[in-house]
Structures are given as C-alpha cells and as structure tokens.
T-cell receptor, first 112, second 112 residues
C-alpha cells in the first residue's frame, strides 16, 4: 500500500460545528503532516508529527487541533472555524530513509 | 517576498512543444522536490534533487539543480495534454528534511 488516504473528500460546516478530518497511511512512515492550501496558492505547512509526537506547529490557531493516535493515523479536529478557514487540507507522510513526502488527495473544507 | 519563486506563473503550450519551468530560491536548498497538482487534488511527487549539479529524468520530464543549489529547472519534452496541471517546487531550506516550503506554482495548459 503506497498511498495516503483522506476522509472526507468534501466537508461543509458551520462556524459553531465541531468536525474532524482523517488521514491514514500504511507505508510505515513515522512523519506525518497537515498542510492548508488556499485557492491558487501553494500549500502551507500547519503541523508536523514525528514518531507520533507533535514536532512542528506553525503558529496555527487553536481552533485547529491535531492528533496522532497511532503511527498510521493523523486527525485534525476543527472547532469554531471562520469562513476564511475554507481551503483544501492536505495530509502527507514521509519515510525515514527517503525524504520525499507522499500526499493524500485532500479534504475540501467550506466554512459557512 | 516569497522565499521560493517560480517562473513563469502560467504557461500555455501547443502539444508537442518543449517547455521549462524555473524555481529560484533566496537561500541554499538542501533538497528540492518537484510535484504536480491537478486542480483541487493532492500533490503527485515527480522528482527529488539534493546534490549541486544533479539531474534526473523520468519519461519526458527532466529536472536539474544548479551547482550553487539555489535554482532548479523542470523541462518537459514534447508536451502532451496529460502534462497539464500545476507544477510546484518544494524546498528543504533548513537542512532538516522535516519541513517543505513551496514555490508559487506554475499553471501549465497544453493545447491541441
């Protein structure tokens, strides 16, 4: 299995809702990433988990809460989001011996 | 200003023509990654370059990293409609291989 999966593919939520994005990989990678990508912009790093521990937080607002319950799973919990948080959220993973990051297909989030 | 600039921003080429996309950094690149993205989808890994002067090819795509490791180019020979998409360069600027900074992107259209 050489892919990163993300669910859901699309998500529409209100500003008072609580939702979660899920990312999964079974390549044995121990580094996992969340990126945010606005339309016509490059992806921007949000969080990095290394060996299931948060190693990088790019000053992301607390309404985004990452979680890495095990080495294959990465979640992003969303609460009280703003319309400007609408974007494509991409998950990626990286192995220990090769530096290339493998990306999932993304979750397109719309906040109303 | 952007740490990683790509040029051109967009490109329209006729099928069968060659094209080059450039990625220029203001800092030394410890690793340079080329990705392709279809609109609203995940990133597909193309190539990784790490050594100054390195050149890699895959099918009709060739990527080079200059000797000073501050500029990379992606060259497509005999372009096809399947090459259409957004090309992104990503760079490891810290030498940690933990964090990628992405370029501004180049949108490629291939006309028949």
């Amino acid at each position: 299995d050489t892919e990163v999966t993300q669910t859901p593919k699309h998500l529409v939520m209100g500003m008072t809702n609580k939702k979660s994005l899920k990312c999964e990989q079974h390549m044995g990678h121990r580094a996992m990433y969340w990126y945010k990508q606005k339309a016509k912009k490059p992806p921007e790093l949000m969080f990095v988990y290394s060996y299931e521990k948060l190693s990088i937080n790019e000053s992301v607002p607390s309404r985004f809460s990452p979680e890495c319950p095990n080495s294959s799973l990465l979640n992003l919990h969303l609460h009280a989001l703003q319309p400007e948080d609408s974007a494509l959220y991409l998950c990626a993973s990286k192995g220990q011996t090769n530096n290339e990051q493998f990306f999932g297909p993304g979750t397109r989030l719309t906040v109303l | 200003s952007q740490e990683l600039e790509q040029s051109p921003q967009s490109l329209i080429v006729q099928e069968g023509k060659n094209l080059t996309i450039n990625c220029t950094s203001s800092k030394t690149l410890y690793g340079l990654y080329w990705y392709k993205q279809k609109y609203g989808e995940g990133l597909i890994f193309l190539m990784m370059l790490q050594k100054g002067g390195e050149e890699k090819s895959h099918e009709k795509i060739t990527a080079k990293l200059d000797e000073k490791k501050q500029q990379s180019s992606l060259h497509i020979t005999a372009s096809q409609p399947s090459h259409a998409g957004i090309y992104l360069c990503g760079a490891d600027m810290a030498g940690t291989a933990s964090k990628l900074t992405f370029g501004t992107g180049t949108r490629l259209q291939v006309t028949l």
